[in-house]
């Protein structure tokens, strides 16, 4: 069965820097894009960056545009999110899924919680 497990959130001043890492499995990885979404309580997901299957071609929410980079490891079957100049209101819990711009997978993982304070 697919299985999406999302890693590297945590608790960082504004400014800072964290890395998502999600290891994909149940699936042929390498044949899907990947993208990476955050749902803040009481509001809608929503997307914030997709990569192809091999060509890597990206696309971002206005939001991250200039301060997010998602790229993936098809021998890892792992999708990251490199996250720069992080802003209070980047707090959301992360998630990825297949697809490019809408998810492929009802079955999400659980997450991993990001928190912009200081």
């Known amino acids: 069965q697919v299985q999406l497990v999302e890693s590297g959130g945590g608790l960082v001043q504004p400014g800072g820097s964290l890395r998502l890492s999600c290891a994909a499995s149940?699936?042929?990885?390498?044949?899907?894009?990947m993208s990476w979404y955050r749902q803040v309580q009481g509001k809608e997901r929503e997307l914030v960056a997709s990569?192809?299957?091999?060509?890597?071609?990206?696309k971002y929410g206005d939001s991250v545009k200039g301060r997010f980079t998602i790229s993936r490891d098809n021998a890892k079957n792992t999708v990251f999110l490199q996250m720069n100049s992080l802003k209070p209101e980047d707090t959301a819990v992360y998630y990825c899924?297949?697809?490019?711009?809408?998810?492929?997978?009802?079955?999400w993982g659980q997450g991993t919680q990001v928190t912009v304070s200081s």
């Open positions: 899924n297949a697809g490019y711009s809408r998810p492929v997978f009802e079955t």
């Open positions: 149940g699936f042929t990885f390498s044949r899907n894009a």
């Open positions: 990569i192809t299957s091999v060509d890597g071609i990206t």
